[in-house]
């Protein structure tokens, strides 16, 4: 049996009617830029995010480049971000003009340790980048103590973790409720995806919040005033009616996810070459990636290849190691957990509409692999 990584037509099946009438709905108006959903949308995420201000964007890497553009960083200034992460994290902090400080992970969490990121702290640093990998978050208390202490802002990359949640102190707190900004990525294949690319800021501070917006439109709160540079970095409304409609499904989706989840590592329960993903007690895990450690990584991959089960590394390549960071000078070996995990990891499918059947699958060929 074929198995995709992930299966956005079976979604698109489930919503075809609903979402076909939010985008007509825009067509009729012609409300292609700004129109209500926009603001409707801003206003759902930050319910959803318990924040104060939500300012959409044309992507989840504009959502990290604006509020670093908006600090204004001067050459030399530092940016902590891990290494294990997607490339946007750190190209945002370039482009912004800053100068990316990678620190390591926890092993377990694949998630930056605040240790880590303290320790990278310097008279330099302007702000952290934190990034809730897989769609767990980081120990975001600690990390936001350790901000408020050195006086930095701090930006959550949420793009994988819309609906992600973490008990703090015995009350849920969600992505961008405890940083300066949190920061989401509408990408298609995305928890909440789009119909191309989005991108949405969450904050709880007024000042900051009309930063972003400035920043989002050419540097003016006034048409054909600037008081700075800035980007054109709008959502379209039509992305924004889709959003608006897949959003009602997210806590559905994302609760079938566990389920997956939670059925996947049953299934691999004493499969000593797959260490099935750990999950930090405090977090409420949205799984947009299931991502395992495995023996001999790269001939598994081949073989589940050769039997049509999808699969991904994510990230065969640390953002240290990256030929475009080599003037940074990191040599191999000064991220060692990261290091370990680029060779390591690989993430199954996951997503709501799997069925049992499928997920069948793709244990059995990974037992095979191993001779279990
Ligand atoms: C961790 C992380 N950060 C940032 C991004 C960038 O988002 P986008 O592709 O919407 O620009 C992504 C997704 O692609 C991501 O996974």
Redesign the pocket.
């Known amino acids: 049996m074929n198995v995709p990584l992930l299966d956005l037509q079976a979604q698109h099946r489930s919503i075809k009617d609903e979402v076909l009438a939010a985008v007509h709905s825009v067509i009729e108006r012609q409300a292609f830029i700004m129109g209500a959903e926009v603001a409707q949308l801003e206003q759902a995420v930050a319910k959803l995010t318990n924040t104060k201000h939500g300012v959409a964007c044309a992507?989840?890497?504009?959502?990290?480049l604006i509020p670093l553009r908006a600090l204004g960083l001067q050459p030399g200034d530092e940016v902590i971000a891990p290494a294990f992460?997607?490339f946007?994290?750190a190209g945002a902090i370039s482009n912004a003009g800053g100068k990316p400080v990678f620190v390591d992970i926890d092993p377990a969490t694949f998630n930056a340790s605040p240790a880590a990121i303290e320790a990278a702290i310097t008279p330099r640093t302007k702000a952290i980048v934190v990034?809730h990998?897989y769609g767990q978050m980081v120990e975001i208390e600690k990390i936001a103590a350790i901000a408020k202490k050195h006086g930095v802002v701090l930006v959550e990359?949420a793009?994988?973790a819309v609906g992600a949640r973490r008990k703090v102190d015995g009350q849920w707190r969600a992505i961008g409720e405890l940083g300066s900004v949190g920061t989401l990525?509408?990408?298609p294949t995305?928890n909440l995806g789009g119909w191309g690319?989005?991108?949405l800021m969450v904050t709880q501070d007024d000042g900051f919040a009309a930063k972003l917006k400035s920043q989002r439109l050419h540097g003016g709160t006034r048409e054909y005033y600037h008081d700075e540079v800035g980007l054109n970095s709008r959502l379209d409304t039509l992305q924004a009616a889709v959003l608006l409609t897949k959003l009602n499904h997210l806590a559905a989706w994302n609760t079938a996810r566990r389920r997956i989840a939670a059925r996947y590592d049953q299934l691999f329960a004493g499969l000593t070459p797959v260490v099935a993903p750990k999950v930090d007690a405090a977090n409420e895990h949205i799984y947009h990636q299931y991502t395992i450690r495995a023996e001999r990584r790269d001939q598994l991959t081949e073989h589940l290849k050769a039997k049509g089960i999808g699969h991904k590394v994510y990230y065969p390549l640390a953002l240290h190691q990256q030929p475009c960071f080599a003037f940074l000078g990191y040599k191999a070996g000064s991220l060692p957990v990261t290091e370990k995990a680029t060779a390591e990891v690989v993430s199954l499918p996951i997503y709501p509409e799997l069925t049992d059947a499928q997920q069948d699958a793709v244990v059995a060929a990974i037992k095979g692999f191993y001779g279990a």
């Open positions: 992507s989840g890497t504009d959502a990290i992460t997607f946007a994290t990034v990998l990359d793009a994988q990525s509408f990408f995305k690319d989005g991108g």
